[in-house]
Every structure is written in structure tokens, then in C-alpha cells.
């Protein structure tokens, strides 16, 4: 006869718990190992990007890509190379954009640039402060006709570095054209705003000391901020010590849980 005390029966839903914990505790192994590996592929592509804007900003200056290869221009191929392009301001277009910069809180005078080409590039000349009459300063003005037929003179030289478009506005606030209250570098915005056509589809932020003589307001160029911040491999060290905790604790449970069965049926009962 059987013993009315079974053992195993007993063990057998301690057993189940552990079982499913054990499964739980290799799932968690692998995502947190997948996570970590993921972050260390980052890693690798984020260096790469550093290394490859380090690159376009320390070389020297090249012609911007032509109306020709506008379509192509991208983050990945074009954004902070160093460039170098000749041509008229339109003053009278500026737009002020709100920024805040290592001088503190003011704006962006970015400008229209007629190029030799014929084509416009809209220049972020650099940085003013704010004041209470600065969008007054600016107003909404819209070209009539062809804005570059009427430029003349010898054409001014500018570098910089090229920046692709910021459409939409800034954090938590949208662009708005008819108050002409700009959040963000908006090139498709601006030019529509200001009647400007054949404009690239980047701008370009001024080096500093790119101003002309005599010219208006006298913004502070060279503010342009390149950081990328880089803590993938601490995200990855992060993820693969969980991973090692997990894997720690699953072994133990196992030992445990062997040990234990030992004695277990050992004393079982016998019919």
C-alpha cells in the first residue's frame, strides 16, 4: 500500500515553480544578452559617425552639392561637410530663428544667399541676442519676382559647414510662418515664407568671421555645436552584467534544486 504522506506529490508543484522559473531566468539571459550585443553594434556605429563628421569638419572647404544633386543630399552623405560658396545676401529676407547658445538666449539670423550659379542657400550667419524689438527688427517680407535679378557687386565668399533642414519647429512648439515666430531652421518653410524659389534644401552655418564689411547686425558665427553623445558601451557592460546576475542565480537555484531531490528520493515512500 501506498503511504497516505507522498514526497513526490508533494515536491511535484515546488518542482513546476522552478521549472518555470528556470525558463523565465534563460529568457531573461537572452534578451538581456541581446540588448547588451545591440548596444556594442551601436557602439561601432556611432564611432563611425564621429570619425566620419570629425573628418567633413576638419577638411577643407569644397563646393556645396549643385541643384543637380540637391536630391541626393542627406545626414549620411552631406551633413557637416565643410563648404565654400560665393554670392549676394538678401538682407532684407532675414529671418530670425529663436536659439539658445553657449552666449545664452537670442536668434539665429539665417539669410538668403544668391549664389554665382543662380541658385539660393539659405545662411545661418550666426548668433544675435534676444532684445525686445528683434521680430520687428526682421519683418515678414516676400520677394516679388526673381529676388537674385537685382543683386550686383563682387560676390562675397562664405565656409561653413552644411546642416540639413529642421523641419517643423522646436520642442513642443511649431513653426508659425504668419507671426513669423521660427523654432527651428525650417528651409522649405523660410523660403516659402519669403516667396524665395530654386533654394537648396540645406543651409549652411557660417564659420566665424564670414561677415562682410558694413554688413547689418554683425551675428556671432562659428556657435555650431557637433556633439554625439556616446554611452553604448556603458549601456553594454550594463545589459551583459544582468545578464551574468541572471545566469548566477539560475545556476544556484539549479544546484539547490538538485540537492534537494536527493534526499528526496532517497525517503520516498515504497508500495
Known sequence: M?????PEAAARPRSMARVILAVLGLLLIVLFAGLGTWQVVRLQWKLALIERVESRVHAAPVLPPAP????????????????????HFLYEYTTPVQALSDLGAGF????????????????????????????????????????CAAVAGAPHTVTGLLRIAEPGGGFLRENDP????????????????????????YFVDAAKGQEPAGAPDQP?????????????????????????????AWWY???????EAGPARKNGSKV
Open 253 to 259: 537555484i539549479a544546484r539547490l534544486a538538485k540537492r
Open 108 to 147: 539665429w539670423l539665417v539669410t538668403p544667399l544668391c549664389t554665382t550659379d543662380g541658385s539660393i542657400v539659405l545662411v545661418n550667419r550666426g548668433f544675435i541676442p534676444s532684445s525686445g524689438n528683434t521680430l520687428a527688427r526682421f519683418p515678414a517680407r516676400r520677394a516679388s519676382g526673381e529676388a
Open 68 to 87: 543637380a544633386h540637391w536630391a541626393q543630399v542627406s545626414k549620411e552623405s552631406d551633413e557637416y561637410r565643410h563648404v565654400r560658396l560665393a554670392g
Open 178 to 201: 504668419t507671426r513669423n515666430r521660427w523654432y527651428s531652421r525650417d528651409v522649405a518653410g523660410i523660403a516659402g515664407a519669403r516667396g524665395l524659389v530654386n533654394v537648396a534644401p
Open 220 to 248: 556671432v558665427g562659428g556657435l555650431t555645436v557637433i556633439s554625439f553623445p556616446n554611452n553604448h558601451l556603458a549601456y553594454a557592460a550594463t545589459w551583459y552584467a544582468l545578464a551574468l546576475m541572471v545566469a548566477g
Open 2 to 6: 501506498m503511504s497516505l504522506h507522498d
